[in-house]
């Protein structure tokens, strides 16, 4: 497989936080603005749009995607990368190894495994907190990482769908707020692992613009456990379960009540 690889110091150089935009410096790949669900980042590669989650998406091999959209992005439209060691991209099919949704490309963010913490302060009230911890606990190594951000959003002005008559330009922001947390142990035969992150995007544009009732909030957890060993010199196995509980909540402006027959916006 052809295969891309970004470097904690790449990500760094390249001054992107979230994974769909690293994406953007894939060869064949590209990230854009859509969606009515959340207004989140969707994925296009070959010039085919991926509505349909043809990409996998894993963090320490741990897979994302969710099983109704089986997009990554619909529920975690925000995968911090401050805290990943490197990023490897297969460019192309890989669903023979990886099964489902790696129709045309596979994406596994492997975290760092290191004791730091860093706080970042910005415009438009934007605030984002890193925290890495990691020991060697019962024969094993345990770590864990926090990521919380949160901003006001970037400011810009725009006509407001439920002005019809005047369409008077008004000034609006779209306060996003994202939480993720990650525990893992890893021993010599065995890892356990959890994942939790959870999102908030308020008043985001979507396909239909800016609307103010736009609302997103998504909450996702995963858990893995594995156990891998030989059983003689010529056969090894491993045996891996995951679980996955996802929930989200969203509205998106999608008509204006200008379009018959609606009498308020939709």
């Given at each position: 497989?052809v295969?891309?690889?970004f ?14 935009e ?17 207004g989140?980042q969707?994925?296009?590669s070959?010039?085919v749009?991926l509505?349909?989650?043809y990409?996998?998406?894993l ?5 994302v ?6 997009q ?8 911090d ?6 990023v ?7 669903s ?8 045309l ?30 020991k060697?606990?019962a024969?094993?190594?345990l770590s864990?990482n926090?990521v ?8 810009f002005?725009?006509?407001s769908?439920n002005?019809?008559?005047s369409?008077?330009p008004?000034?609006v ?6 939480q ?11 890892q ?6 959870r ?7 979507n ?5 103010p ?14 156990y891998?060993?030989?059983w003689?010199?010529q056969?090894?196995y491993?045996v ?9 909540e969203s509205?998106?402006f999608?008509l ?7 009498s308020?916006d939709?």
């Amino acid at each position: 497989s052809v295969v891309t690889v970004f470097t904690s110091h790449d990500i760094e150089a390249l001054a992107v936080r979230n994974v769909y935009e690293l994406m953007n410096f894939v060869p064949g790949f590209q990230s854009v603005l859509g969606e009515f669900v959340s207004g989140h980042q969707k994925l296009q590669s070959r010039g085919v749009y991926l509505d349909s989650g043809y990409v996998l998406f894993l963090v320490d091999g741990v897979r994302v995607n969710e099983a109704s959209f089986g997009q990554a992005g619909v529920y975690s439209p925000y995968l911090d990368l401050a805290l990943a060691e490197k990023v490897e991209i297969i460019r192309g099919p890989g669903s023979a190894l990886y099964g489902s949704n790696a129709f045309l490309g596979v994406v596994n963010i492997i975290t760092k495994k290191s004791n730091l913490v860093t706080l970042e302060v910005g415009e438009q009230g934007h605030k984002r907190l890193v925290a890495g911890f990691t020991k060697d606990v019962a024969e094993g190594e345990l770590s864990v990482n926090t990521v919380f951000v949160k901003g006001d959003g970037e400011s810009f002005t725009i006509t407001s769908p439920n002005d019809v008559e005047s369409r008077a330009p008004v000034s609006v922001a779209a306060p996003y707020d994202h939480q993720q947390l990650t525990l893992g142990w890893q021993g010599k035969s065995s890892q356990l692992g959890y994942k939790l992150d959870r999102h908030v995007l308020d008043g985001f544009v979507n396909l239909e613009g800016y609307h103010p009732d736009n609302y997103y909030e998504s909450q996702n957890q995963y858990l893995n456990a594995g156990y891998f060993g030989r059983w003689n010199r010529q056969t090894q196995y491993d045996v891996a379960v995951e679980f996955a509980d996802h929930q989200i909540e969203s509205a998106g402006f999608i008509l204006g009540a200008d379009l018959p027959p609606w009498s308020h916006d939709f």
